[in-house]
């Protein structure tokens, strides 16, 4: 209460006269009067929640309300005080099923309002007051009441995202991405599993293959586009059928539209070699053929020519014809070029067409007077298969010079196959004539009995006779004539002069053919220098035989020897076939090199991990001291993807080849290792390494489909009660513009994304490729062991930021995370406030480190500690980590913000993540790549 002074002025009707009438006085009277005024005092805070009140409905205990949030504001003057929560009050039933904070600097000030622990509830409706309070406010505290409604009572809904499917296909190798549709509950209660009803087809039938996925809401309906290569060009209409048992609006109803309309572009060939004499003429004008292999008409092609470096303006290309197919004619100009390489890239276009442009390569070797010539050995192919898992053995063409000059690296052009197709896999080697084109056969179980024929063009630009061809006959069947197979093809022994004889070697005849392979014969055929002192004996009563080489000294002197040994067996097509062998003989008190083995095969995938070094061993197959040898790599095709390191004292030396996966592409990559050791006789030796780097599946395309899945997979190490619920995939949230990423899989526990996100300002987290294990709900507490481990990488430069690790969920759905982060790049430093500082490892081979706590909102994050120096980018990138231990530790320990446990006791778990947190690459392809990741459990 305050007191106000008021003074009032008299009216004129209150004014006194004076007795003298021509002079008056007035007099004023001022009267003071005090007014009891009830006023707020100066700067008052009022607290304003809205909304004022809180309700809410379960079915049951696996289908948690989502959380509500109450704002809570300042309706009076000043600054209202950071609000508090006081003792809750439950009403009569149940308590404890509240988990509240409150987030905010100032006001408005933000309540959460969790719900927890219903599952110790039987059906009804329950009720609570939150007080919340504010220091100095006029009407603290404030009550927020709460209802609660759990029970069958309560009915589910179908809900459906997106409510409608489109898709577009050109042609029948052109299927539509998967889509998926998300299956909610926007009612209360637990939902059904879902399951698909019969399809409406308005037209066609049977183009639509659907599933669901999840073991509570929300459900995944994947729908898959397949047979339609049996659809003409049109638009196609089906309705899907979605029920749930108990659901209010079951059954619930989604529209599908296919489109097959779209024209494409196919080019025919895709390259083109031209060759001509400096100063000569011009060669002949080669063809490229445009088609449509899409559907519909496609529109008349335009053309334009980007070129390589050396030259430009030496092309014209000319396209013809009134509708599909076009002829494109391609003449090169010699005027003006001198002798060289030139490239260009003709791009062509046609309105209307889904890949519009479509490019290919025209090179053009311009020689100077010299010619070279494609020469061939062998000049055809012959092999059988019995079946498709006995595949005939590779074969070898060498491609050399006959001519002048020097010969172009040759290419190799597009098969004929007269039947069947798709049987060979071909590639050429080597820098420099003679080259080598390897032939292999493939894919021969979608095969039938028979004989195939096929004919392999090889091209050299500039050469006079270029394309050469190669015919190949392929026989499949029992009724095909057995084939020999030689392992190894080359035997290297090594003694000393004098002394005893080396170690006998083996090779194997096997039959890559079909039918029986007799008993091999054999015949020695020496060359200069010697003779008579290898013997061969082959043993065995049926194929795989044995042919044993025995290499005697006698009296041969100091030297290298070398012959050829010829394997025959009757019937088989390709007898008889031959294996070298070399023999060096060293002085009394020379050291010669020996290898051991004498070449390597290395295997990986694109992207993917490193495979396992291996070792060669060096030897002395001399006497004296071999001095420690010297390594040189020569490569046959890509550089620098080969490591050697030698170790030891003395001989026998172990080299060590480790061969690198880093950006290759696919493919068979080869090298030579020269081994040198200073006084041996026969220095330098040398061994071949071969690298085979095979693509990896795509798992999730460009496309930034949010949670794209690949999978199930029923992996072993992530094995769990219901046996395949293992996924790789995507989740993404708010993708940059311009961003890309694609993930390839090998195994679930082997899998790698690349990505480009160019840097938006931010360092929010765009997408999180990951690997998935799903649960049935099994209780943390029925755990004996829970742990994982892990093998990743990531770029560490400020190209990068990323964060990596695991997202766990629990207690039926995604409300309820807590995040393991062991690795951090350029992700801004420790996390905060930190809550609680502990240590975990020490069992089950898991290395003991420290770890931080912190909890933002809902989400709580373990962190590996940071380093005092600070760093933003710190962590390890491969270990092991006790999942069981962190998630007790947080069942058991109460969040001082709270007063509650981190996560409430008898929790289940719903699924356990791994994988990249990624916000940029600086606009940057990179590859993040897990290996060698798995969950143990029991």
């Not at 909304?51 to 000043?78: E, L």
């Not at 042609?171 to 926007?186: H, L």
């Not at 062998?378 to 006959?402: F, K």
């Amino acid at each position: 209460m305050r007191r106000l002074r008021i003074f009032l002025r008299l009216l004129p009707q209150l004014i006194k006269e004076g007795h003298n009438a021509k002079s008056r006085r007035v007099f004023l009277h001022l009267f003071p009067v005090v007014l009891a005024l009830s006023m707020p005092a100066l700067g008052a805070q009022t607290i304003a929640v809205s909304p004022t009140s809180i309700a809410a409905n379960s079915g049951n205990c696996a289908n948690y309300p989502a959380n509500q949030t109450v704002t809570i504001s300042n309706s009076g003057s000043g600054t209202l005080a950071t609000p508090t929560i006081g003792t809750v009050t439950y009403g009569s039933g149940a308590t404890g099923w509240l988990n509240l904070w409150i987030t905010g600097s100032s006001a408005p000030y933000t309540l959460t309002v969790e719900f927890q622990g219903l599952c110790g509830l039987s059906n009804g409706t329950y009720t609570a007051t939150i007080p919340i309070s504010s220091s100095g406010a006029s009407n603290s505290p404030v009550s927020i009441p709460v209802t609660l409604t759990i029970g069958s009572g309560s009915s589910p809904t179908i809900s459906l995202s997106p409510t409608s499917l489109t898709a577009n296909s050109g042609n029948c190798t052109n299927y539509p991405a998967n889509q998926t549709v998300t299956i909610s509950n926007s009612g209360s209660g637990a939902l059904a599993t879902p399951t698909i009803g019969t399809v409406t087809y308005n037209q066609g039938s049977g183009w639509l293959n659907l599933w669901i996925t999840g073991s509570s809401a929300p459900y995944t309906l994947t729908a898959e586009f397949q047979g339609l290569c049996g659809l003409s060009s049109g638009t196609y209409t089906a309705m899907i059928p979605i029920s749930s048992s108990g659901a209010s609006n079951s059954p619930v109803s989604i529209p599908v539209t296919l489109t097959i309309s779209s024209a494409t572009i196919s080019l025919s060939p895709t390259s083109l070699a031209f060759s001509a004499t400096a100063g000569g003429a011009n060669p002949a004008a080669q063809n490229v053929t445009v088609s449509n292999s899409g559907s519909g008409t496609l529109a008349s092609p335009t053309t334009s020519i980007s070129y390589g470096s050396g030259g430009s303006g030496w092309l014209t290309v000319s396209c013809s014809g009134s509708s599909a197919p076009y002829t494109c004619s391609n003449q090169p100009s010699i005027s003006g070029l001198s002798a060289g390489t030139y490239t260009a890239t003709v791009s062509v276009a046609s309105s209307g067409a889904t890949n519009t442009p479509q490019t290919y390569t025209v090179s053009f070797t311009v020689n100077s007077g010299s010619t070279p010539t494609i020469s061939l050995s062998p000049t055809s192919i012959t092999a059988s298969s019995g079946d498709c898992t006995n595949y005939p053995a590779n074969q070898t063409v060498t491609i050399s010079n006959s001519g002048s000059g020097t010969l172009a690296t040759p290419t190799i052009g597009t098969v004929t196959y007269n039947q069947g197709s798709g049987w060979l896999n071909l590639w050429i080697t080597g820098s420099s004539a003679p080259y080598t084109l390897t032939v292999e056969f493939q894919g021969l179980c979608g095969l039938s009995n028979g004989t195939y024929t096929a004919t392999i063009p090889i091209s050299s630009s500039g050469a006079s006779n270029s394309p050469v061809s190669i015919p190949v006959t392929l026989t499949i069947g029992s009724g095909s004539s057995p084939s020999i197979s030689l392992s190894p093809t080359s035997l290297s022994f090594s003694a000393t002069a004098g002394g005893a004889n080396p170690s006998a070697q083996d090779v194997t005849v096997s039959n890559s053919g079909g039918g029986t392979l007799a008993s091999p014969t054999t015949s020695i055929s020496y060359g200069s220098g010697g003779s008579g002192w290898l013997t061969v004996s082959c043993s065995g009563s049926s194929a795989p035989y044995t042919c044993i080489n025995q290499a005697a000294t006698g009296s041969l002197a100091a030297g290298t020897y070398n012959a050829t040994v010829s394997v025959a067996s009757s019937g088989a097509g390709n007898t008889p076939l031959t294996y070298t062998v070399s023999f060096t003989v060293n002085s009394g008190s020379t050291p010669a090199i020996s290898l051991s083995p004498s070449s390597l095969a290395f295997s990986a995938t694109t992207g993917g991990s490193n495979p396992t070094a291996q070792n060669v061993t060096v030897s002395n197959g001399g006497s004296g001291t071999l001095a420690s040898p010297t390594t040189s790599i020569t490569y046959g095709s890509g550089s620098g993807w080969l490591s050697v390191s030698c170790s030891g004292s003395s001989a026998p030396y172990t080299c060590s080849n480790q061969a690198t996966t880093g950006s290759l592409a696919a493919g068979t990559y080869n090298a030579t290792v020269q081994v040198a050791s200073s006084g041996a006789s026969n220095t330098p030796q040398s061994y071949t390494v071969t690298f085979t780097v095979n693509s990896a599946s795509v798992c999730v395309d460009s496309t930034l489909a949010n949670n794209s899945n690949c999978g199930p997979y029923l992996y072993s190490p992530i094995a769990e009660s219901s046996g395949s619920n293992t996924y790789v995939g995507q989740d993404v949230f708010n993708p940059s513009s311009g961003m890309t990423q694609t993930i390839y899989v090998t195994t679930p526990g082997n899998w790698y994304a690349t990505a480009q996100i160019p840097y938006d300002s931010g360092d929010s987290v765009k997408s999180y490729p990951n690997v998935q294990q799903l649960y049935n709900g099994e209780k943390l507490d029925n755990f004996h062991n829970f742990y994982s481990s892990f093998t990743e990488s990531a770029d560490q430069s400020t190209n990068t930021s990323t964060d990596i690790g695991y997202d766990i969920f629990f207690n039926g759905g995604y409300n309820n995370e807590v995040m393991i982060q062991n690795d951090l790049v350029n992700r801004g430093g420790q996390c905060g406030p930190v809550l609680a500082t502990e240590t975990f490892g020490g069992t089950n081979g898991v290395p003991v480190n420290t770890w931080v706590l912190c909890v933002y909102g809902s989400e709580t994050i373990w962190q590996i500690q940071q380093p005092s120096s600070g760093e933003q980018t710190f962590g390890v990138q491969s270990g092991s980590v006790d999942l069981l231990a962190m998630l007790q530790w947080l069942e058991n320990n109460t969040n001082p913000n709270t007063g509650a446990t981190y996560i409430p006791a008898g929790s289940t778990m719903y699924s356990v993540s791994f994988g990249f947190e990624l916000c940029y690459t600086n606009n940057v392809q990179e590859n993040f790549t897990v290996t060698n990741f798995s969950i143990t459990q029991n």
